[in-house]
């Protein structure tokens, strides 16, 4: 069975730093892209980081580039994301996402709020 477990959101102040953390497991982790994505109230879902299998390629979306970090290690089947200089626009659910061809699983994800 197929699970993807993110942890550790939360309330942050603005400027402050969070990490999060997706478990994966029933699916060859280290085959897969993993990708963070995130969805506020009334918005899209956004595509905010992406790293490859081996973890040698990252993207960022242009509004966390330079505060965030995608990270991963295939030998705890978990994928990161450090976020620094958090800002009230990042207030959002972020959500992990496994892609490898056709094959797509989600997280049930994790709340994140930025706010004083």
């Known amino acids: 069975q197929v699970q993807l477990v993110e942890s550790g959101g939360g309330l942050v102040q603005p400027g402050g730093s969070l990490r999060l953390s997706c478990a994966a497991s029933g699916f060859t982790f280290s085959s897969y892209s993993m990708n963070w994505y995130r969805q506020a109230p009334g918005k899209e879902r956004e595509l905010v980081a992406a790293i490859s299998n081996t973890g040698g390629t990252t993207n960022y979306a242009a509004s966390v580039k330079g505060r965030f970090t995608i990270s991963r290690d295939n030998a705890k089947n978990t994928v990161y994301l450090q976020m620094n200089s958090l800002k009230p626009e990042d207030t959002a659910v972020y959500l992990c996402?496994?892609?490898?061809?056709?094959?797509?699983?989600w997280g049930q994800g994790t709340q994140v709020t930025v706010s004083i």
């Open positions: 996402n496994a892609k490898r061809q056709t094959r797509n699983y």
